[in-house]
Each structure stands twice: as C-alpha cells, then as structure tokens.
C-alpha cells in the first residue's frame, strides 16, 4: 500500500467535515424536541475535529491509516444513524454516504474500496434500523443501493483516466511522469527508513536496427514482450517505466547495488534481447534526477566499456507481413 496523496487526504478531511457540520447544524435546528442533542453535537464536533487531524497529519500516515479513518468514519454514521428520531434524520445521512463512496471509488484499489463500501453500507443500514425513528426498510434500500452503483460507475471512470494518464499504451508499464513521481515518493520512504534506493536505466541493444529490418510492428512487439517479461521478474514495490523510444527504467525500494544486480542479472535471463544496464543507488541526499543522471552515466560507461557487437535478434521480433507497421 502507498502513502495517501494529497488530494486522497483533503477529499477525506473534506468528507469528515462535511458529515461534521451537517451534524451541527441539525442539532442547531432538531426536527424533534426528542433528538439527542448531546449526542448530535458531539459527533458534529467529533467529524469537524476529525477533518482538521486527516488534513493536518494524513500526509505523513502509512497507507493503512487512512483505511482506519474510513473505517471509523462507517462507524460515525452508524451511531449518527442509530441516534436519530426521525426518518427524515436517517435519510439525510445519504449525501454522507455517498460522497463516501464517492471517495472510495476514488482512493482505494477496486478489492478494498468495495471492502469499505459493504462495510459502510452495512455499518448504515444497521444504524437506520436500530434508530428509535422506526426507519422503513425499503424506502431506506434507496440510499445504499444508489451508493453502491455511484462507487460502481464512478470507480471505471476512474480506473480509466488513471491508467490513460499513468501507463504507457503501448507496454502498459508506467509512464515517464508517473514513474519518476512514484519513484520520489519510494525514495523518500526509503530514507525515512534509513533504506536504500536503486535506479536502473536500460537502454536495448540495436533496437534501431531491427525496426529498420522488420519494421516498428515488430519493434512494439519486442518492447510489449520484454516489459511482460521484467514485470514478472520484479519484486513486490518494484517499479518498471518506459522512459521514452527503447528505455525503460526500474525504481528499486529496498534495494542495494548488490540486490539491484541480482535482479538486473535475472531480468536478462527472461528474454534473448541483449540490453546494457546502468544503476545508481541513493545516499547523501540524492534525489530521483540525480539518480536518473548517475545511472544514465553508469549505462554508457557499460556501453564504450564493452567489445562492439551486432545486435540481438530476439524471438518472435518479426512483424507478419499483412500487419500494418506503428511507430513506437
């Protein structure tokens, strides 16, 4: 799990803070001289307060944290529910619950976001039903039923603008931008944890010279093969990118330059293409560009270091004749 990003922290304080003020204000104006005021306002105080502490600190949290805040925001809204007096007052806990679910589409992978949802719809309905307003049943299956398609529909859209604008279409690995803003974020974990970084430019061997013989169908072809072949190589918390043409480069949580050569040897051993490597591992406040720039320099190192030879021919690199060639 990685750390919250920014907007994933500021969406939740939001959606606390919301939920928070909503509380208040129907304790300012109760729909029933019967409503428990105490109990209201403390919750509104609760959720208000529990905004300003994910905005402050939610940075700075693990990953798991945040799933904590969620969960116990579930739990908020079930004693909201359950202290209740009104249906009215039940119901309008809907908008909390599906900006919600709302943020879970958003902030979660597709099998913890619909943890979350089963979790904060059940934690609700349960609410509703112990709530002293004598909630109707189905009338209340509207709310969750409505909150469970928004996550639905809103987690494919989702998924779908995040992987246009984080993946490389042609190899599916990540692209420039995202790979180089994943890799800062490892390289900070990293030294927080007093761990090192390894940075891995590849660079392939006469790539030129086989879209030049074959043509760029089977140069695409070749990249798709070989980033299939290094994603199932890589460790968990690895990081493989297609730097731009027929570079690619991988960020290495965790990894020393002797486990960074480990793992680059097993890499080559995945595919025939020949490539040539260079690393760089973090130490002495390095950030991700410099560490791009030293293993950038270590790779033509390797390159004028090494006897001139022709380049590999790999398997299956030959376009099929009626296929039209793309330009990779």
């Given amino acids: 799990m990685r750390a919250p990003g920014q907007s994933h922290v500021a969406v939740l304080a939001l959606v606390y ?23 209201i306002r403390t919750l509104g105080a609760s959720g208000v307060a529990g905004a300003v502490v994910v905005q402050l600190l939610g940075r700075r ?8 805040a969620f969960a116990v925001f579930s739990t908020f809204v079930m004693v909201a529910a359950a202290v209740s007096v009104t249906a009215v007052g039940v119901v309008g806990l809907g908008p909390a619950v599906i900006a919600a679910c709302l943020y879970a589409a958003h902030a979660f992978s597709v099998r913890a976001g619909r943890a979350h949802v089963l979790f904060l719809l059940c934690a ?7 709530s002293a307003a004598g909630t109707p049943f189905v009338p209340w299956l509207v709310v969750p039923v409505t909150a469970a398609a928004v996550f639905e ?11 246009a604008a984080d993946l490389d279409p042609l190899t599916g690995v990540a692209n420039r931008r995202h790979w180089q803003e994943v890799a800062a974020r490892d390289l900070v974990r990293a030294e927080r944890a007093g761990q090192q970084l390894s940075v891995v430019v590849i660079d392939l061997d006469g790539f030129e010279a086989i879209n030049d013989a074959h043509g760029h169908a089977a140069g695409d072809q070749l990249l798709r093969e070989l980033a299939q072949c290094w994603q199932q190589g890589l460790r968990v918390g690895d990081l493989l990118g297609r730097h731009g043409g027929d570079e690619f480069v991988l960020s290495l949580p965790g990894a020393g330059p002797s ?32 560490l791009l720039a030293r293993a950038d320099a270590d790779l033509y190192a390797h390159k004028r270091a090494r006897p001139s030879e022709g380049p590999s021919e790999p398997r299956a690199s030959r376009a099929p004749a009626d296929r039209p060639a793309a330009r990779s």
């Fill in 153 to 163: 529909v809103h987690g494919l859209f989702v998924r779908r603008l995040q992987a």
């Fill in 17 to 39: 803070a919301i939920s928070g003020l909503l509380l208040l204000v129907s304790a300012a104006m109760p729909l029933s001289p019967h409503s428990p005021l105490v109990v």
């Fill in 259 to 290: 486990e960074a050569a480990a793992l680059v040897a097993r890499l080559r051993s995945s595919h025939p293409m020949t490539w040539s490597a260079g690393t760089a591992t973090s130490g002495g406040g390095h950030d991700v560009t410099s």
């Fill in 61 to 68: 949290w693990p990953a798991a944290t945040v799933h904590v």
């Fill in 124 to 130: 609700a309905t349960a609410g509703a039903l112990l």
